[in-house]
């Protein structure tokens, strides 16, 4: 059984910054695409970033140059360093998992919240 289990959630000042982990179990890190979500108050869940099995990145606009995700496959665990916070980044954080060759995330965590106070 596939288990994502995220951490380092908290509250930071304007300008701070986070660094979430999402530990998983049940496969290898490399077996397919990772992800990280958000959704603040009220509002849907949103794309952040990804990783592929191959290393490759990718972004939402609104946190290109501030968030980096990366992963350590010895570790089973998938990184996301959020710098230079603001109050707009406040939301609950998943990771998400995909199967190889799949399109969509199957794995989901339970989340982890951060808040950016100003």
């Known amino acids: 059984q596939v288990q994502l289990v995220e951490s380092g959630g908290g509250l930071v000042q304007v300008g701070g910054s986070l660094r979430l982990s999402c530990g998983v179990s049940?496969?290898?890190?490399?077996?397919?695409?990772m992800g990280w979500f958000r959704q603040a108050p009220g509002k849907e869940r949103v794309f952040v970033a990804s990783i592929g099995w191959s290393g490759g990145t990718s972004y939402a606009d609104s946190v290109k140059g501030r968030f980096t995700i990366s992963r350590d496959n010895a570790k089973n665990t998938v990184y996301l360093q959020m710098n230079s916070l603001k109050p707009e980044d406040t939301a609950v954080y998943y990771c998400?998992?995909?199967?190889?060759?799949?399109?969509?995330?199957?794995?989901w965590g339970q989340g982890t919240q951060v808040t950016v106070s100003s």
């Open positions: 049940g496969r290898t890190l490399g077996s397919g695409a």
């Open positions: 998400a998992a995909k199967d190889s060759g799949s399109p969509t995330y199957r794995y």
